[in-house]
Structures are given as structure tokens and as C-alpha cells.
């Protein structure tokens, strides 16, 4: 399930953005953080698994017909494609007439994402 950040989550969000090699810096991950809190079309989604924790973090940018996804950091037990594509599902969802469009770093898993759905 995908929920919209909300500052009680920023210990777990901060946590879960750390999976992101560029961030390991605490000053760098706190500043990705506030980028996300500061813009109006961008914000940060928090993925619980079935087991209802919290397993990933999703970036994404709002725009008129579509939605970047500029990050997608897992924990390391559900770092597979089907989580992924799972967290896609979810977003495509919540978004049902905007396309979902990836970054340099996130565009091979909506690649992947798109051929398993047509």
C-alpha cells in the first residue's frame, strides 16, 4: 500500500532513502528530503508490504499527463521485480490518466514495469 509522506514518517523516510547510494550522506539525504517537502508537484510515497511495514519509498514529480518517478528505494528483502512492479500497479492507480514516466536512474524498472503490462 502506497501512502503519502507525512512528517511523523520522517524517521522511517529517512531510513528508507538511505537505500539510495547517492544519499548515504546524512546532509544529502536530509536535503533530497526537504526537495520533496518544499515542491508543489513533488512528493514522496511511502510503500508498506503485506506484512504492513514499511518496505520502499517512491519520488515522484506531478504533472499534467504524467508522473515521474525519480526514485524508488527498497528495503534489501524486497528488492525483486515483483515488489517493483507491485509499487507501479499501486501508483498507476492513484494516477489513472497520467502516464508513468521514469528518470535516467528509474526508467529501466518502468521499462520493465510496462513490457509485463502491456
Do not use: C
Amino acid at each position: 500500500m502506497l501512502l503519502k509522506y507525512r512528517s511523523d514518517y520522517e524517521k522511517v523516510a529517512m531510513g528508507l532513502l538511505s537505500f539510495v547510494p547517492t544519499l548515504k550522506q546524512i546532509d544529502r539525504l536530509q536535503a533530497e528530503l526537504q526537495w520533496y517537502q518544499e515542491g508543489e508537484h513533488r512528493q514522496l510515497l511511502l510503500w508498506r508490504d503485506a506484512n504492513q511495514d514499511f518496505s520502499g519509498i517512491l519520488g515522484i514529480e506531478e504533472r499534467d499527463d504524467f508522473v515521474i518517478v525519480r526514485l524508488i528505494a527498497l528495503t534489501p528483502s524486497n528488492r525483486n521485480t515483483g515488489q517493483i512492479n507491485g509499487i507501479l500497479d499501486e501508483l498507476s492507480d492513484m494516477y489513472p490518466d497520467s502516464r508513468i514516466m521514469g528518470t535516467l536512474n528509474t526508467t529501466k524498472y518502468i521499462a520493465e514495469w510496462e513490457q509485463t503490462h502491456g
